[in-house]
């Protein structure tokens, strides 16, 4: 029964969360499909090579220092975040080089995605090896599921933004935000296990929580707000240079402006237009054969709308 109960509650809490995730995504809402590789390569792939990655690194602080709890509580607080979040950054990287992967608003999916599958591998694995009694499993699916799950989930997507801003910028910068990235997600995690290493108070916790939550938030209403910006200003362009008229540009931003009231994707006319003005924009920051691909898309999204 109890193994029963750790598995629906790693997997229900972890999933629902998954689906906000996905849609909160709502000007070019990726394939779910999609959304939920990455959500299980966090839960299977990145798993595994994390625990591969921490054992290969911890072996040898082990055999010099021993077992011990300083070298354990290293293990928590530096190893398993830097190993972690490259093992979750992974399939970023893979997603990253196709289109699929074409602005901030992507990367705080796929890598919330993926930081929750891991987070649900991660919950329930913790469930059955801590959760002996009826008490001590429901302090730790509440403790798990609002905290550590969600901390997965943030510092990987803040992973993703990373590399979706290095992937529009001039070659010598995409190192560098991808660097950044990587060590803002393993910040973020080391210092919650720092916090839980040290015991710290339950309001520190929910402090912390408060504050990576707000940031998190913030920033999808940054990115969603300049999707819609993106979104006018390219179709505005079309307009100028007569590819699509006033009247139908005046449609779509109405159907953006009123989301909360009506089905933005009933039209397949509103979705390709969202596209195009997407795929002109990512040309823009785009060089040689990516750009060659965009501008193509961009061609091809102009004969679909021709006449509106």
Known sequence: MLILISLLSAIIPMFIYLLILWWLDKYERESFGLVLAHFMWGALGAVFFAILGTMILSVPLYLIKGQTSGVMEFQTVLIAPLIEEFTKGIFLFVTALTRSYDNITDGLVYGGAIGLGFGMTENFMYFISYGHTMEQLFTLIAL????????????????????????????????????????????????????????????????FMIFAITIFALIFIF?????????????????????????FVNYVNNKIRKKAKTKLFESQFVKDAIILAFRKHQARYSESTDKMKYLGDVALYREKLKGM
């Open 144 to 207: 798990r599921t609002v905290f550590t799950g969600l901390v997965h989930c943030i510092a990987t997507a803040t992973f993703g933004v990373f590399i979706a801003i290095a992937k529009f910028s001039y070659k010598k910068r995409k190192l560098m935000f991808v660097f950044l990235g990587y060590v803002f997600a393993v910040s973020i995690h080391a210092f919650w296990n720092i916090s839980v290493t040290l015991r710290a108070s339950i309001f520190f916790s929910a402090l």
């Open 223 to 247: 990115s969603l707000s300049n999707e819609r910006r993106i979104i006018l200003t390219e179709l505005n362009e079309e307009v100028e240079q007569n590819y699509l008229s006033e009247t």
